[in-house]
C-alpha cells in the first residue's frame, strides 16, 4: 500500500471507491455536485500532481456522486510540463488500490469537425498516439503489452449514449488526437491529423488510458470542444480562450458523468443507443450507427 493510500485512508476513511475521475482544464466545476465531500490537497499525497497548469484543480476529492462513492482528481499533469508520460501513474495507480474499477477522464480539445463546434461534447471512441511516449515504458513485466482493442469500453459508451439521449445532450463519437504540446498545433499538423482519421486534438488523456488499462480498470473518457483546430476558424487559439469555452462543457459533463455513475448497466440486459458517427471527408451525410452490447454491472 502506497503512502499516498495510507494518508486517503487516514483522512477520508478505507470504505472502497466505485470509480475515478480526472478532471480537465476548465472543468473542475464538475467535482461541484459531489456530496459529503472530503478534500485532500494534492500536496499531501505522495506521487500526486503538482497542479503546474492554470485551470486545473490541486485537490483530491472524496464523496457520493450518482449514488456512489467516487474520488474526483481536480486537475492533472501533463506530459508536457516535466516531460513524463507516467506522471499520473502514481495517482490512478492509488485510485486502483482504493477499489476504483472503472476510470472517467475528460478533457478539453480542439474540433477537427466544422459539425462538432465549440461548446460541444465528443466522447473518445479511439485515439491516435502522435506524441509517441507510453507511459509505460521501464515497466519491467510483461504487464505492460497491454492490449488496446476497446480501450475505450464499449459498454460504458453505449451507456452515455443513452443517457445523452435522454437528457438532450448532443453527444458525437470519435477518434482522439494526443499532441504533446504545449505549442498549439501548427495548421498543416492539424490537416494531417484529419488525414489520419483524427475527430479532436488535445495534450493529455492518452497516458491516462494506457496506465488505466494496465491496473486492470474499465475507462470512459470524453472531450469538451472549446475551439476549432489551428486553421479551421478565426478563432485565437490560446489557453485562456480553452478556459473560457470550456465552462459550456462542463454544464452538459456535469449532467452526463453523475448520471454514468448512477446507471450502471444490469447484466444480461441488452441496450440499444444511436450514437452520432464522424463525418467521413468525400461524404455526403453523416452516418448513424447502432449499438447493441448486454452490461456487465461496471459500477457495481
Not at 472502497?16 to 472530503?38: W, Y
Not at 460541444?120 to 507511459?135: E, F, K
Given at each position: 500500500m502506497s503512502k499516498a493510500v495510507k494518508t486517503?485512508?487516514?483522512?477520508?476513511?478505507?470504505?472502497?471507491?466505485?470509480?475515478?475521475?480526472?478532471?480537465?482544464?476548465?472543468?473542475?466545476?464538475?467535482?461541484?455536485?459531489?456530496?459529503?465531500?472530503?478534500?485532500?490537497?494534492?500536496?499531501?499525497?505522495?506521487?500526486?500532481p503538482g497542479g503546474g497548469v492554470s485551470g486545473h484543480?490541486?485537490?483530491?476529492l472524496i464523496g457520493a456522486m450518482g449514488g456512489k462513492r467516487v474520488a474526483v482528481l481536480t486537475g492533472r499533469e501533463h506530459y508536457y510540463e516535466h516531460g513524463n508520460a507516467a506522471a499520473m501513474r502514481p495517482a490512478l495507480s492509488a485510485m486502483a488500490d482504493l477499489g476504483a474499477q472503472t476510470l472517467l477522464l475528460t478533457n478539453s480539445a480542439g474540433s477537427l469537425e466544422t459539425e462538432n463546434p465549440p461548446g460541444?461534447?465528443?466522447?473518445?471512441?479511439?485515439?491516435?498516439?502522435?506524441?509517441?511516449?507510453?507511459?509505460l515504458i521501464g515497466e519491467a513485466t510483461d504487464r505492460r503489452f497491454v492490449n488496446m482493442v476497446d480501450c475505450y469500453a464499449p459498454d460504458l459508451r453505449t451507456k452515455a449514449g443513452l443517457i445523452a439521449d435522454r437528457l438532450g445532450i448532443g453527444l458525437r463519437e470519435g477518434v482522439y488526437f494526443w499532441y504533446a504540446g504545449p505549442s498549439f498545433e501548427t495548421p498543416a499538423e492539424i490537416q494531417m491529423a484529419i488525414r489520419l482519421g483524427a475527430n479532436a486534438v488535445g495534450m493529455s488523456t492518452v497516458p491516462e488510458v494506457i496506465i488505466g488499462r494496465f491496473l486492470g480498470m474499465k475507462v470512459w473518457a470524453c472531450s469538451s470542444i472549446t475551439n476549432m483546430g489551428a486553421g479551421l476558424s478565426s478563432e485565437n487559439i490560446s489557453h485562456a480562450h480553452t478556459k473560457t469555452m470550456a465552462v459550456q462543457g462542463a454544464e452538459k459533463l456535469s449532467k452526463l458523468i453523475p448520471a454514468l455513475v448512477e446507471e450502471p448497466l444490469s447484466p444480461n440486459e441488452p441496450?440499444?443507443?444511436s450514437i452520432t458517427a464522424p463525418q467521413k471527408r468525400g461524404t455526403s451525410a453523416i452516418p448513424v450507427f447502432r449499438l447493441i452490447l448486454i452490461g456487465s454491472g461496471a459500477f457495481a
Open positions: 486517503i485512508h487516514k483522512i477520508a476513511g478505507q470504505e472502497p471507491i466505485s470509480a475515478a475521475l480526472v478532471l480537465g482544464s476548465g472543468l473542475s466545476a464538475v467535482g461541484d455536485l459531489m456530496a459529503e465531500t472530503v478534500t485532500i490537497p494534492f500536496s499531501e499525497l505522495k506521487g500526486f484543480g490541486r485537490d483530491l460541444q461534447l465528443m466522447m473518445i471512441a479511439d485515439h491516435i498516439n502522435y506524441a509517441g511516449m507510453n507511459p441496450y440499444e443507443s
